[in-house]
Nanobody, 125 residues
Framework: VQLQASGGGLVQAGGSLRLSCAAS????????VAWFRQAPGMDRKFVAA????????LYSDSVKGRFTISRDNARKTVYLQMNSLRPEDTAVYYC???????????????????WGQGTQVTVSS
């Protein structure tokens, strides 16, 4: 599946942004989807995931309570609503998808075969 991420930008600390990731395939509902981020000079890290048949998302501790992952299968799109943004949230955000992710691997980059191109989020203090 091809993924196209969008919605990044510059925001002040405490503000909000919503990222979108549009998929190319009509079978997108069968995919587990996730967001990762990579800050300058750092490794890419897990942010959130939404398994295809679950109603709740999985979140990293650093974003829990502030970010919400959701999906609209009719629109073939996954979203990341980011509230109460902090300067340390500054990063390039990537969406990822795969139809075969097991629960224990939701936060693992290697579990996802398809990746979007990334969208820059910058939070100013």
């Amino acid at each position: 599946v091809q993924l196209q991420a969008s919605g990044g930008g510059l925001v002040q600390a405490g503000g909000s942004l919503r990222l979108s990731c549009a998929a190319s395939e009509s079978t997108f509902s069968r995919y587990t989807v996730a967001w990762f981020r990579q800050a300058p000079g750092m490794d890419r890290k897990f942010v959130a995931a939404f398994k295809r048949n679950n109603s709740n998302g999985l979140y990293s501790d650093s974003v829990k309570g502030r970010f919400t992952i959701s999906r609209d299968n009719a629109r073939k799109t996954v979203y990341l609503q980011m509230n109460s943004l902090r300067p340390e949230d500054t990063a390039v955000y990537y969406c990822a998808a795969d139809p075969s992710v097991i629960s224990s691997n939701l936060a693992s980059q290697t579990a996802y075969a398809s990746w979007g191109q990334g969208t820059q989020v910058t939070v100013s203090s």
